[in-house]
């Protein structure tokens, strides 16, 4: 089934270890975001990439980096993690065309401890 | 400056009651504008989007939402809830400029729905 998988569903993490969260697509959208969730402040990009080989930093992208070295993959990684870092994480992908709409992965609970 | 405001954090309506919630845009381009919904511990999934042809759109499970451009706003309604439609609902603009850096979240509406 077409569509995008995060790895793993949920972790919790101790406080200064690094983790990776996995994010992949089978649609071949060029675009791919990283989003964090928190209550009252919807979600908010961390990293994009508009094409393989290429990243770009969202809103909030303190403490996180990524990488797009195929199309397919997109992971996030937190080098360092601290409790702030706490939340759900959205991986998402789409075409490069205005009117196209994202598709979300079914995000990724991580609690750092 | 772009930005997207959704006017209500949280929506209480009564089972087959019509829904309304809010959602204003800023924008200097023209915008296509979506609706996703995001049932408790779950993904984000698309119900509508508008890109520039009629301006009232209608999307799936009974939504349909209508694009002002006069009132810059994107209103997402349903003629009577039902208890399935209990979710956090979210107005994600996206505007002329291509680039994957252009979809902007309001921050959600919860809506309740009550028995």
């Known amino acids: 089934i077409a569509g995008i998988t995060q790895a793993p569903t949920s972790q919790i993490l101790a406080a200064g270890r690094r983790m990776t969260l996995r994010c992949t697509q089978d649609?071949?959208?060029?675009?791919m975001y990283w989003y964090r969730q928190d209550l009252g402040l919807g979600l908010r990009l961390i990293h994009y990439s508009n094409t393989a080989g290429t990243t770009g930093k969202g809103e909030v992208p303190d403490g996180y980096s990524v990488s797009r070295a195929n199309t397919d993959d997109f992971p996030l990684t937190l080098a360092s993690a601290v409790p702030s870092q706490t939340s759900v994480y959205f991986c998402a992908s789409r075409t490069n065309q205005r009117n196209t709409e994202a598709f979300f992965g079914q995000g990724t609970r991580l609690t750092v401890v | 400056a772009q930005s997207v405001t959704q006017l209500d954090s949280h929506v209480s309506v009564s089972e087959g009651t019509p829904v309304l919630l809010r959602c204003n845009y800023s924008?200097?381009?023209?915008?296509?504008l979506f609706w996703y919904v995001q049932h408790p511990n779950k993904g984000l999934q698309l119900l509508l989007k508008y890109t520039s042809a009629a301006t009232l759109v209608k999307g799936i499970n009974g939504f349909e939402a209508e694009f002002k451009k006069s009132e810059t706003s994107f209103h997402l309604t349903k003629p009577s809830a039902h208890m399935s439609d209990a979710a956090e609902y979210f107005c994600v603009v996206s505007f002329l400029r291509t680039g994957a850096n252009n979809l902007f979240f309001g921050t959600g509406t919860r809506l309740t729905v009550i028995p």
């Open positions: 649609m071949r959208h060029n675009a």
């Open positions: 924008s200097s381009y023209s915008p296509s």
